[in-house]
T-cell receptor, first 115, second 114 residues
């Protein structure tokens, strides 16, 4: 079974600064997807960024980028130029490339932005 | 376009009762998945349905069941409610046609069991 671990329950960053959220996962599969989701107080889970395991290039979406280390099974999220609207719970998630669409989530990191 | 909708928004039930939660996917989406998110935890996968067939089931007791209708909307049913069933229940929809399809989440239903 796959597991996802987020070892930082809480993180804080000054507005306009950069912060990195950590995630490690365990799997015996070679083909899978990794995601970072954001869940603000409104509760709605929003996809921030995704990474296909077969791609060596790290994914980037505007101020959000990942550091994907497949051998180390590590998948961190970097947020640049942090904004007040980035404050939320961030969840790392894994999905196999085979079978159903099951997402396996970590326990989340609460990100606070300090004005 | 409307996103994934869920009803009701909040629900309070008593132990032993039964509850039905509803989800309407994004227009054109044929796959619906259900997740349970206990306070302070990440969501846990309960079911996936595609074209009215169950495609996946998580590690939940038989008290949990679901179905998908011809219009692709879905219901999650929980029987004999326990205090531990108190959680946010999330629904996600996708095109479901194979390969990678992004899942879009609804706002959730907050269930409180007393």
């Amino acid at each position: 079974a796959q597991t996802v671990t987020q070892s930082q329950p809480e993180m804080s960053v000054q507005e306009a600064e950069t912060v990195t959220l950590s995630c490690t996962y365990d799997t015996s599969e070679s083909d899978y997807y990794l995601f970072w989701y954001k869940q603000p107080p409104s509760r709605q889970m929003i996809l921030v960024i995704r990474q296909e395991a077969y791609k060596q290039q790290n994914a980037t979406e505007n101020r959000f980028s990942v550091n994907f280390q497949k051998a180390a099974k590590s998948f961190s999220l970097k947020i640049s130029d942090s904004q007040l609207g980035d404050a939320a719970m961030y969840f790392c998630a894994y999905r196999s490339a085979r079978g159903n669409e099951k997402l396996t989530f970590g326990t989340g990191t609460r990100l606070t932005i300090i004005p | 376009d409307a996103g994934v909708t869920q009803s009701p928004t909040h629900l309070i039930k008593t132990r032993g009762q039964h509850v039905t939660l509803r989800c309407s996917p994004i227009s054109g989406h044929k796959s619906v998945s259900w997740y349970q998110q206990v306070l302070g935890q990440g969501p846990q996968f309960i079911f996936q349905y595609y074209e009215k067939e169950e495609r996946g089931r998580g590690n939940f007791p038989d008290r949990f069941s679901a179905r998908q209708f011809p219009n692709y909307s879905s219901e999650l049913n929980v029987n004999a409610l326990l205090l531990g069933d108190s959680a946010l229940y999330l629904c996600a929809s996708s095109l479901g046609g194979g390969g990678f399809d992004e899942q879009y989440f609804g706002p959730g239903t907050r269930l409180t069991v007393t």
